[in-house]
DNA sequence: ATGAAAGCGCTAACAA
DNA sequence: TTGTTAGCGCTTTCAT
């Protein structure tokens, strides 16, 4: 029952292990013959390499640990699919774990990622760690941090200003005309949130305009979003321009704002975050803040892989901005 | 620079190194006091338990394994999700990898996987394994194939009929007055797709229709299915129901059909596949099947995990048949 | 309650 | 080109 081990194939090749283990690993090591039975020893008893004790013995691993907050959230995704993406070209595999915005599940989660020892971690959505920083930052082990700019990187940060972001598109929005804005989120506290509703609150206060926010939850983004147009319509807010911290809010929004007889953009602009693959399609088209997902995913595991990181890190830049983009649709034109 | 280890934990405290494993696997087997030096130490050094050892030694882990076709696809992301939040809360790490719907990618992630020797192994969208298949088969590790119900399971098969959806939703537009439908899909060849093809033709044909399909590729699901419109009206096709494999290709054929001057559902039905979360707010709301896509994720897991694996897989059934509901929304009464 | 010895399956280093 | 020896870091079994 138990798996056939290199002694295994080693006794049918009529051979030693060490030279399975080469024929497996360092093929051109081994004459071609002897390659051959070993193959054919391999075939026959369904060998399939310990990772572990090859991991234990040689010291190395192909793995890369990544944490996000939530799978839910198609950006994260679309940054471990980039991750995923190049990972797999390099025979890297990937574990992923959810934080769900939980500190102490952060905490667990990169205690276990840093028990398997992988050749690199990615996290997307830095979150507080307390003690896991300093783990992390002994580990020795690649580290990856993504999503948003960060204060003191353990290893690399790669990400752009939340804050800023929402400032300039809420600054845009501002001057097109829009004097009465609302800022929306799911949830008030959630990562990221926090940092664009504050860059919300540059922009209004630059302006000479109150910073108004409402936050409002549902069993998906879109019923979120419509609960907050609903709340919105019927506490009879004086609300020119809602601006969502992310795509599925706005769209929700547009759709409820549509259903209760107001007109977007006529009566109140919506604008999103995230440029999701709906944005486009909707009507009117999603006024929204586009952020390279994939890209920084990509990025990170090319990193992450990097024979040279410690010298890269301590040469180059420690933080690397992919900024963003604002693209102005019609449901909030700029 | 090399991580501390139990040996150096156990100087630190004074004992043996068994005696600090002890204190961190089973507390109670230890001295109160002894285990509050140990826990100490741990601190000091930073200690974190090698996984690969321990493994090697215990011969057990606590690794999940997750093939999916794509991590672009919202369906497969929702399972791994489901997969992933009943894993966490286990203490089971997760990795996933893409097949890409490449055969021979698929065998080097089974391959990968099982060299891991992970507590269990769940497919989503099962591929194609020549070779694989008998690997799996007689590693001893439990294995779910989910998505779609096979030949002959593996371990458990987790899923609904694709084909028995496809043909289900068909009938019923047809039903609906609608004598000219047309499937679409972004790759013919693609897992799920044929046999969703395969329901629609068993529709039309039981009707007297032809079984007319049109496959368009684009940059996303969405620009597909606005190709996949544009081309039904620029080659003037008499179609006055398309039934699309995806809810995106389905939602971009309505945006490009608006665009282009048609009424869905007036001129022209349109259905989707997935009931993603935008399907309820797009206008007109889209006609799809619902599938319980991070249930099964969940489900997975939950047999994954269970002691009783062998057991159960002998006295139970192999297969579960999860089911599918057709949700009929504006842009395809029913 | 604690420890000593052995070994999990593999690979690095050193022979031959 | 092939084999021998030792040991990776941990847990098991068997003492004490």
């Not at 002694?7 to 093929?27: C, F, H, N």
Request: charged share 20%; hydrophobic share 50%.
């Amino acid at each position: 029952m138990s798996n056939p081990t290199l002694k295994d194939v080693a006794r049918v090749a009529g051979v030693s292990p060490i030279t399975v283990s080469r024929a497996l690993r360092v093929p051109d090591a081994v004459a071609p013959s002897t390659r051959a039975r070993v193959d054919a020893a391999v075939r026959e008893t369904g060998y399939v390499p310990d990772a572990a004790a090859a991991q234990l013995a040689s010291g190395t691993g192909n793995l890369f640990g990544v944490v996000v907050p939530t799978l839910e959230a198609p950006y994260f995704v679309d940054g471990l699919r980039g991750l995923a993406d190049t990972a797999e070209a390099h025979g890297v595999s990937v574990t992923v774990g959810q934080t769900s915005y939980i500190e102490a599940r952060a905490e667990a989660l990169v205690r276990a990622m840093l028990g398997a020892r992988p050749r690199g971690i990615a996290m997307f959505g830095p979150e507080p760690l307390p003690l896991g920083r300093g783990l992390l930052a002994r580990s020795g082990i690649p580290v990856v941090e993504a999503w948003e700019l960060v204060e003191d990187p353990i290893g690399l940060n790669i990400g752009f200003s939340h804050a800023a972001a929402m400032r300039e598109l809420t600054e845009r929005l501002i001057a097109s005309g829009r004097r009465r804005p609302v800022f929306a989120a799911r949830y008030a506290a959630h990562g990221r949130a926090v940092q664009r509703r504050s860059g919300f609150a540059e922009a209004t206060a630059a302006a000479g305009l109150p910073a108004r926010s409402i936050d409002r939850d549902g069993a998906s983004g879109f019923e979120a979003g419509a609960a907050i147009a609903a709340a919105i319509v019927a506490d009879r807010q004086e609300c020119d321009a809602l601006i969502c911290a992310a795509d599925n809010l706005a769209a929700g929004a547009i759709a409820e704002f549509a259903r209760l007889g107001l007109r977007v953009p006529g009566d109140i602009a919506v604008a999103g975050f995230g440029d999701l693959d709906f944005a486009g399609i909707l009507e009117p088209g999603l006024t929204t803040v586009r952020v390279p997902n994939r890209e920084m995913g990509r990025m990170a595991a090319a990193f992450l892989l990097d024979p040279d990181w410690r010298r890269r890190l301590a040469d180059g830049p420690r933080a690397i901005d992919v900024g963003y983009s604002i693209v102005a649709r019609g449901s909030a034109p700029l």
